[in-house]
């Protein structure tokens, strides 16, 4: 994937991330949920009827909330530079790594670090550090 720089504002970052802050503390405060998406998802697959509806509201709005903002913004190009298979690969290796670590990026990332979880913060690191050295088998060992 390439990012382009040139369309990069950090305006539009700074604003992304809060409303994903605003949008992880309402679904805390509001339903006493952690906004990992693993486990919202995961839920979806063993449905318990009372978290059913938001579990699905929540998913439905990360799949609609890109489309309608298309309709006021130019998205920037996005550029997958694998195939269908590393892809597929690529994705089963990160469910098992969110069972492995007991929640996703975006739980332990997110929601962790804000409630200064010693465990959330292990996990982000390990993340990260394993995110860095598969970069750099990728690309600079392996060579594709």
Same mark, same amino acid.
């Given at each position: 994937?390439?990012?382009?720089?040139?369309?990069?504002?950090?305006?539009?970052?700074?604003?992304?991330? !809060? $409303?994903?802050?605003?949008?992880?503390?309402?679904?805390?405060?509001?339903? %006493? #949920? !952690? *906004? @990992?998406? =693993?486990?919202?998802?995961?839920?979806?697959?063993?449905?318990? +009827?009372?978290? +059913?509806?938001?579990?699905?509201? +929540?998913? *439905?709005?990360?799949?609609?909330?890109? $489309?309608?903002?298309?309709?006021?913004?130019?998205? &920037?190009?996005?550029?997958?530079?694998? %195939?269908? &298979?590393?892809?597929?690969?690529?994705?089963?290796?990160?469910?098992? @790594?969110? #069972?492995?670590? *007991?929640? /996703?990026? =975006? @739980?332990? @990332? !997110? /929601?962790?670090? =804000? #409630? +200064?979880?010693?465990?959330?913060?292990?996990?982000?690191?390990?993340?990260?550090?394993?995110?860095?050295?598969?970069?750099?088998?990728? #690309?600079?060992?392996?060579?594709?």
């Amino acid at each position: 994937m390439t990012i382009d720089w040139t369309s990069f504002t950090p305006w539009s970052a700074l604003t992304g991330g !809060v $409303i994903i802050g605003i949008a992880a503390a309402m679904l805390a405060l509001l339903n %006493g #949920r !952690v *906004a @990992g998406i =693993s486990g919202i998802v995961g839920g979806l697959l063993r449905p318990s +009827f009372p978290d +059913f509806t938001w579990r699905v509201a +929540f998913v *439905a709005g990360l799949l609609v909330a890109p $489309i309608l903002y298309a309709t006021v913004a130019t998205l &920037p190009p996005i550029i997958v530079e694998s %195939g269908y &298979p590393v892809l597929v690969i690529a994705g089963l290796l990160v469910g098992v @790594g969110t #069972r492995y670590g *007991a929640g /996703c990026t =975006s @739980g332990h @990332g !997110v /929601c962790g670090l =804000s #409630r +200064f979880s010693l465990r959330s913060v292990v996990a982000t690191v390990v993340f990260m550090i394993a995110g860095f050295a598969t970069v750099y088998v990728v #690309r600079h060992v392996i060579g594709t």
